[in-house]
């Protein structure tokens, strides 16, 4: 029975077309992952189906008397709550029928013996409807799914001290504990750390209703979705299998089309060359135009065509002091909330690439900030080395600029010609039509991409990464990976995959151990 029916829908962005006649069906119970480079359109058709964008075509059709829960990796959180009240949030249709039960209890005093009958009777119903819905376990709940997420530490705290990240967990969670008939997550690894993940991922591996997933945690998706829609060139092709099958698949499916295509202009070739050498002559003339009508109806397949891939390559500068920073009993954190570690004594030598782990919410984006002297240290000192050219990608910023992406790293660059400016957005894998478009109305991958144009044409010696791997697909994690390997400089990294970091620094160092927070 299918919850949702796509047909035909069309849609773009001013010039540049993003689906053409797309068709698309979810079932009772499917776990789909929806896949495909940065910018091919995945948010925009959750936005499409969730209604908060009307198609240029096409109709959308929602079976009757369904729950949606969307998880928008772009969503914001209000201010003036506790983080355990802006989770209960997912129960509040329980608490208005709490409401509606104490209201008719108060009303009981001024009816008639028959009007108290019929209200103890739809009273009795509201009652059922609070147990079926455990009500009364609300609190435990909400507890459960913040040990899960990572919340514990902060149901108390005002959401407004949070970050970006740990905001980001809010919402997740209350999408959660909604347990809507259909899921919709973009990007719901974003912000959580490994054993976050895992927990997610045994949860949506147990979901019993639908979910749509878009994520490019490869490990993540394979283990959790059932159905794969592959979003390519303006259409949505649906593989009934997991992800590393549909890879396999796709792959074979490109070759055979490559190799039909090849042997099809062979073949076209072959007729115009015997046509240009037999038309001219009576006694084969015959031939000739039985070969141009054949070759009048041949139809060569298209091939699949492929999104222009990344190349990152990130300039060296000079060669720093042997010893880059070191911590010497560095405490850090804010005065308004505190300390979030112990003492840190830490050396950072010229060369080494480090990742650092651990539960968010402890403090690792603060400590990168602190050695580079962004923000005082509650205690303790760092000292840093001489020559130091520093390049750091946040992973919190301001909103997109509403430029260009062509004239937004012409602001960065002002000296560089039109083709200079191209030629670099084109070698992080952004299209003519990206990077004419405005730059908020690009992906969160498409947005990265503009971010790494930046820093990689910058000249540094040390490499600043705080979630790098945030909203990049696959070809661009795997390009980012080999590019950071190559780098001679230093490299200080926060993630949560180690799929990548494991790949492209020698130290991994826990956070954990020096936290002064609940993890």
């Not at 072959?270 to 046509?275: R, S, V, Y």
């Not at 979030?340 to 900030?369: D, H, P, R, Y």
Request: charged share 30%; with cysteine.
């Amino acid at each position: 029975m299918s919850i949702l029916e796509v047909k035909n829908l069309t849609h773009g962005f001013g010039d540049r077309a993003i689906f053409e006649d797309v068709n698309f069906r979810l079932l009772k119970g499917e776990h789909i992952g929806f896949v495909g480079a940065n910018g091919e359109g995945k948010s925009t058709f959750m936005s499409i189906i969730m209604g908060s964008l009307e198609p240029d075509g096409g109709k959308i059709i929602w079976s009757k008397h369904h729950r949606v829960g969307y998880m928008d990796q772009h969503a914001g959180l209000g201010k003036g709550k506790t983080t355990r009240e802006a989770l209960a949030e997912a129960f509040q249709y329980l608490f208005d029928v709490e409401a509606q039960i104490n209201e008719t209890y108060l009303k009981m005093g001024e009816m008639s013996q028959d009007e108290m009958n019929a209200a103890l009777e739809e009273v009795g119903e509201l009652q059922e409807e609070l147990d079926s819905g455990d009500f009364y376990l609300i609190d435990s709940k909400v507890e459960e799914t913040a040990r899960g997420l990572g919340l514990t530490d902060l149901l108390d705290k005002d959401v407004s001290e949070l970050s970006g990240g740990q905001r980001t967990k809010i919402l997740l969670g209350k999408l959660l504990l909604e347990k809507p008939d259909i899921l919709l997550l973009d990007e719901p690894t974003n912000y959580l750390d490994e054993e976050h993940i895992f927990w997610l991922k045994n949860y949506l591996q147990n979901y019993e209703n639908a979910f749509i997933l878009i994520s490019h945690d490869v490990p993540f998706m394979d283990s959790v979705v059932n159905v794969i829609y592959h979003v390519h060139g303006l259409g949505l092709t649906r593989y009934s299998m997991s992800y590393h099958e549909f890879e396999r698949v796709f792959e074979e499916k490109k070759a055979q089309l490559e190799a039909k295509h090849n042997a099809q202009v062979a073949e076209a070739e072959k007729l115009k060359d015997f046509i240009a050498r037999k038309k001219a002559n009576v006694a084969t003339s015959g031939q000739a135009k039985a070969r141009e009508k054949k070759l009048a109806k041949m139809e060569i397949v298209k091939t699949i065509s492929e999104k222009p891939k990344p190349h990152f390559d990130f300039l060296f500068s000079r060669k720093p002091s042997r010893q880059v920073f070191e911590a010497k009993d560095l405490i850090i954190g804010y005065p308004q909330t505190g300390p979030l570690s112990s003492a840190i004594n830490l050396k950072v030598e010229s060369g080494a690439k480090i990742a650092f782990v651990g539960s968010n919410g402890i403090g690792k984006s603060t400590l990168l900030k602190s050695l580079m002297g962004l923000i005082p240290a509650i205690d303790g000192e760092v000292e840093k080395g001489n020559f130091q050219d520093i390049a750091y990608y946040e992973q919190e910023v301001k909103e997109p600029s509403t430029k260009t992406v062509l004239d937004d790293l012409w602001d960065e660059y002002p000296s560089w010609n039109q083709a200079e400016l191209r030629g670099a957005l084109a070698r992080v894998g952004l299209t003519a039509k990206q990077i004419e478009s405005r730059v908020h109305v690009l992906s969160g991958g498409e947005q990265a991409k503009l971010r790494f144009a930046k820093l990689m044409n910058t000249e540094s010696n040390i490499l600043i990464l705080d979630e790098p791997t945030n909203h990049l697909d696959v070809d661009a994690k795997e390009e980012l990976q080999r590019a950071l390997k190559d780098y001679p400089g230093t490299i200080l990294m926060v993630s949560h995959e180690p799929e990548f970091y494991e790949g492209c620094t020698d130290l991994v160092i826990n956070c954990e151990e020096w936290t002064t927070r609940m993890v």
